[in-house]
């Protein structure tokens, strides 16, 4: 039977080639998102979860539609900067409301943070109060190492420990200050505040490197721009309640909903 055919008559997926894109062997489940291999050994799926984890994994819950939520309004944002920006992603096709067919790629150990706004951990290390509007963009590092607790780390580390070359290095703060440019004015529009954000870099199997993960409410702290009313994953962080009416807003707010 052909490729096509077999498509048709199974539940799997196809690319344009024609492999049956099902759900194969799972290789990893993290606190927001389970990966599956497919037929083609360049792409998995990602399943996203409605469970919620905070402080390193030490408050843990469940936000009802979560995982739909930020499969979506990931995949919206990263087509926007593949599009407006030329920021290569590894979004392929989004499956269904909670699963993505995505590029192979090996994840770079940083999270690459961008902080408009001072919160969170900035006001606490800085005593900035919460709120204060930063005169720069400021980019930050922390190693991904869950039990380490994610350290910050600067240049010197990345370069020392073999983390990133200082090419891909380049790059990775080049992209990130593009997506930063880009978000910020496009939920400028959508009244929504950027505070600050969480992105991660993969290596695909030729070495170029990409943006991964996700951008969502998960990952970035939104604020409506006349209220500064929290619309994202801090309301599950400090127990402000509506979590679920949050998301919601974000998703009607970017993608009409």
């Not at 599009?83 to 067919?101: A, F, I, Q, S």
């Not at 998301?247 to 707010?253: A, C, Q, S, T």
Request: include cysteine; aromatic fraction near 8%.
């Amino acid at each position: 039977m052909k490729a096509a055919d077999l498509c048709r008559k199974t539940a799997g997926y196809c690319n344009e080639k024609g492999y049956v894109m099902e759900k194969r062997e799972q290789l990893y489940e993290g606190k927001a998102k389970k990966v599956y291999k497919t037929d083609d050994p360049e792409l998995y799926i990602v399943s996203y979860k409605d469970d919620a984890t905070a402080f390193n994994g030490l408050k843990k819950g469940t936000i009802e539609g979560k995982g739909s939520i930020n499969n979506r309004v990931s995949n919206f944002l990263m087509k926007k900067l593949e599009e407006k920006e030329g920021v290569p992603t590894h979004v392929v096709k989004e499956l269904n409301d909670r699963e993505t067919l995505v590029k192979k790629v090996s994840i770079v150990p940083l999270e690459v943070i961008i902080r408009n706004i001072a919160a969170g951990s900035l006001s606490k290390r800085l005593g900035i109060p919460e709120g204060t509007p930063m005169k720069t963009p400021v980019l930050e590092y922390c190693y991904k190492d869950d039990a380490l607790g994610d350290p910050m780390i600067n240049d010197y580390h990345i370069l020392a420990m073999g983390i990133a070359t200082r090419e891909e290095l380049d790059t990775i703060a080049a992209y990130s200050f593009k997506v930063n440019d880009f978000l910020r004015d496009y939920m400028k529009s959508a009244g929504i505040d950027l505070v600050d954000f969480k992105i991660e870099f993969g290596r695909t199997s030729d070495g170029k490197i990409i943006l991964a993960d996700e951008i969502s409410p998960d990952t970035c702290r939104f604020w409506d721009i006349n209220t500064h009313e929290k619309l994202d994953k801090d309301r599950f962080r400090r127990d402000l309640g509506g979590v679920e009416d949050a998301y919601n807003e974000i998703l009607k707010r970017l993608l009409g909903e």
